[in-house]
């Protein structure tokens, strides 16, 4: 009875690695089958909303600082068109592919002729002289499929100007049909880098958003860093280092003209300014002193917009307060157009 047990025994030690190379390959689980998936095939739209631009209108051609309110017409409608170009949302058709309008039509559209042009919206306008010296500059929106107005503002400029107005009528179309802030009408404070390597000019400069406007603030013959607007975007502050002597200047963009704040052998960089309700400030640091301030009295800065001028601002659908209220104090004011 026990020799059987044995020899099985022997029999199965013996045969174990003989098993264990020919043995077959385990069968894999069943899967269980699923329900189908819906598969939804396309591309991604890359349409733009079409808006046609044409010349804004005069209604009578006059010279003004030598400008000729026709050609400003065009020059302003070109502005727009590339402003709303840039954004990457819209397609405008510029004065150069559709047809000049009439001062009629500036407040009756025929959204008939723009419809046949694809355009969702037109943009319409006018440049008038008013005896002043000065420009009334008139931006209306339309809905061409509703046949509705969605934007009439002006703005009353000085010639030089022009592209300021440009760039406002830009932003209260932006607004309106985004619902984003505007940025079209801001200017941007640089250090221009020119010459050979091994003697770099840093120039202080400033422009539109477009480029537009650019002029060289300093010549070069001083190192300059560390630019900054005032809230109100009417100064520049920055850092100038000459003969190992390190100034702090201020600005002023209208006059050109700028003046002294303070000046020492010591590292002094990044101004900044802290503006209060009742005092304009600016805080720089140096290695003497690690936060120095110079400030002066000035009347109290308004956030709230006079009423001819914050029907502007009324298209925003995020609140941008400080910015909006240091933007409405430019130089090109606003008027409602009736």
């Given at each position: 009875?026990?020799?059987?047990?044995?020899?099985?025994?022997?029999?199965?030690?013996?045969?174990?690695?003989?098993?264990?190379?020919?043995?077959?390959?385990?069968?894999?689980?069943?899967?269980?089958?699923?329900?189908?998936?819906?598969?939804?095939?396309?591309?991604?739209?890359?349409?733009?909303?079409?808006?046609?631009?044409?010349?804004?209108?005069?209604?009578?051609?006059?010279?003004?600082?030598?400008?000729?309110?026709?050609?400003?017409?065009?020059?302003?409608?070109?502005?727009?068109?590339?402003?709303?170009?840039?954004?990457?949302?819209?397609?405008?058709?510029?004065?150069?592919?559709?047809?000049?309008?009439?001062?009629?039509?500036?407040?009756?559209?025929?959204?008939?002729?723009?419809?046949?042009?694809?355009?969702?919206?037109?943009?319409?306008?006018?440049?008038?002289?008013?005896?002043?010296?000065?420009?009334?500059?008139?931006?209306?929106?339309?809905?061409?499929?509703?046949?509705?107005?969605?934007?009439?503002?002006?703005?009353?400029?000085?010639?030089?100007?022009?592209?300021?107005?440009?760039?406002?009528?830009?932003?209260?179309?932006?607004?309106?049909?985004?619902?984003?802030?505007?940025?079209?009408?801001?200017?941007?404070?640089?250090?221009?880098?020119?010459?050979?390597?091994?003697?770099?000019?840093?120039?202080?400069?400033?422009?539109?958003?477009?480029?537009?406007?650019?002029?060289?603030?300093?010549?070069?013959?001083?190192?300059?860093?560390?630019?900054?607007?005032?809230?109100?975007?009417?100064?520049?502050?920055?850092?100038?280092?000459?003969?190992?002597?390190?100034?702090?200047?201020?600005?002023?963009?209208?006059?050109?003209?700028?003046?002294?704040?303070?000046?020492?052998?010591?590292?002094?960089?990044?101004?900044?300014?802290?503006?209060?309700?009742?005092?304009?400030?600016?805080?720089?640091?140096?290695?003497?002193?690690?936060?120095?301030?110079?400030?002066?009295?000035?009347?109290?800065r308004r956030c709230a917009l006079p009423a001819r001028r914050a029907s502007m601002w009324a298209a925003a659908s995020r609140p941008t307060a400080r910015r909006s209220c240091s933007k409405a104090t430019g130089r090109a004011a606003s008027k409602s157009i009736r």
């Open positions: 009875m026990l020799r059987p047990i044995t020899f099985s025994l022997a029999l199965l030690l013996t045969a174990a690695p003989v098993l264990a190379q020919t043995a077959p390959a385990p069968t894999p689980p069943a899967v269980t089958p699923t329900e189908p998936r819906e598969t939804i095939e396309g591309t991604l739209s890359q349409d733009r909303t079409v808006i046609a631009v044409p010349a804004l209108a005069t209604p009578a051609v006059q010279s003004v600082a030598g400008l000729r309110t026709d050609t400003l017409g065009r020059q302003i409608a070109e502005v727009i068109a590339a402003d709303l170009e840039r954004s990457g949302l819209y397609a405008p058709l510029g004065p150069g592919s559709v047809r000049a309008i009439t001062m009629a039509e500036v407040t009756a559209p025929q959204f008939a002729d723009w419809s046949a042009r694809n355009a969702e919206n037109v943009v319409h306008g006018f440049v008038r002289a008013d005896g002043t010296g000065n420009l009334t500059v008139g931006c209306y929106l339309y809905d061409t499929a509703l046949g509705s107005e969605l934007v009439r503002q002006g703005f009353v400029i000085q010639p030089g100007d022009w592209r300021r107005a440009a760039h406002k009528c830009a932003d209260v179309i932006y607004s309106r049909l985004s619902g984003e802030a505007p940025f079209f009408d801001s200017r941007v404070a640089y250090i221009a880098e020119s010459g050979p390597k091994g003697n770099r000019i840093k120039r202080l400069a400033i422009m539109d958003s477009d480029g537009g406007n650019h002029r060289f603030i300093t010549n070069g013959q001083a190192l300059a860093i560390s630019p900054r607007f005032s809230p109100d975007y009417k100064k520049i502050v920055y850092v100038s280092y000459l003969n190992n002597r390190v100034r702090v200047f201020i600005y002023d963009v209208a006059s050109g003209s700028q003046k002294l704040v303070t000046e020492s052998s010591n590292a002094t960089f990044a101004p900044r300014w802290s503006p209060t309700a009742a005092r304009s400030s600016i805080r720089w640091r140096s290695a003497a002193t690690p936060t120095s301030i110079a400030s002066r009295p000035r009347a109290a």
